[in-house]
């Protein structure tokens, strides 16, 4: 007759926890997705910059993330020392306020993964 209980009572705790496991699943995303789209509107936007304001931008920063569009965004960096280990640079032009394709810096990219400029 213990045994049981004890099964009972590890079965109850068993679907407690994955109810409790799925309601938080349910929130965490819904959560995810405000901060992402908080951290999206906060980031500096190239079109309303001048281009020699977003290369500044860049300058001063070392590294940053800039919009360039509506739904488009990168990580841009000053030099080499921004970028993991075994990193290249790729240099990147962006539309900025008075200038379509604004020479602003680097993107860090994996040679041997992005096989880039083939």
């Not at 070392?62 to 919009?67: D, Q, S, T, Y």
């Not at 640079?89 to 604004?102: A, G, I, K």
């Not at 680097?106 to 096989?115: E, Q, R, S, V």
Request: charged share 20%.
């Amino acid at each position: 007759m213990m045994k049981r209980l004890e099964g009972f009572y590890l079965m109850r705790f068993c679907q407690s926890f994955l109810v409790t496991i799925g309601a938080l699943m349910s929130i965490v995303p819904a959560e995810m997705m405000i901060k992402s789209e908080a951290l999206a509107s906060e980031m500096p936007r190239t079109l309303s910059m001048s281009c020699n304001q977003t290369v500044k931008l860049v300058a001063k920063s070392g590294a940053i993330v800039l919009r360039t569009g509506e739904n488009t965004y990168d990580r841009y960096v000053r030099d080499l020392q921004f970028c993991d280990l075994g990193d290249s640079l790729r240099p990147e032009w962006v539309p900025t306020r008075d200038n379509p394709q604004c020479f602003i810096g680097y993107t860090c990219y994996l040679p041997h993964i992005d096989n880039w400029p083939n």
